[in-house]
Nanobody, 119 residues
């Protein structure tokens, strides 16, 4: 069982930056693919950025060029650096850990951290 705790959300003006952090415990962090997802009111949860256990990153089109996902396996943490924030980035952001083992999927979610982009 992996526990995930996000931090770093808050209120920021358009064009500003935030760095989200996710601390993991309870499992072998390095074997998980880690991701950041977000959910705005009235919308479905969507993938923002993913970093595999091997370090390969993928981004949603909306995040490309503005967001950077990274991980520190020594500290069991994953980060999302968000720059040039826009009002449409306003959402609850969730950390996710996922892996496949012998055909079985394991996925864990944090409680989320709110990001509000507004002037």
């Amino acid at each position: 069982q992996v526990q995930l705790v996000e931090s770093g959300g808050g209120l920021v003006q358009p064009g500003g930056s935030l760095r989200l952090s996710c601390a993991a415990s309870g499992g072998a962090f390095s074997i998980y693919d880690m991701g950041w997802y977000r959910q705005a009111p009235g919308k479905e949860r969507e993938s923002v950025a993913i970093i595999t256990r091997g370090g390969t990153t993928t981004y949603a089109d909306s995040a490309k060029g503005r967001f950077t996902i990274s991980r520190d396996n020594a500290k069991n943490m994953v980060f999302l650096q968000m720059n040039s924030l826009k009002p449409e980035d306003t959402a609850a952001y969730y950390c996710n850990a996922a892996r496949l083992s012998f055909g079985r999927s394991y996925t864990y979610w944090g409680q989320g951290t709110q990001v509000t982009v507004s002037s």
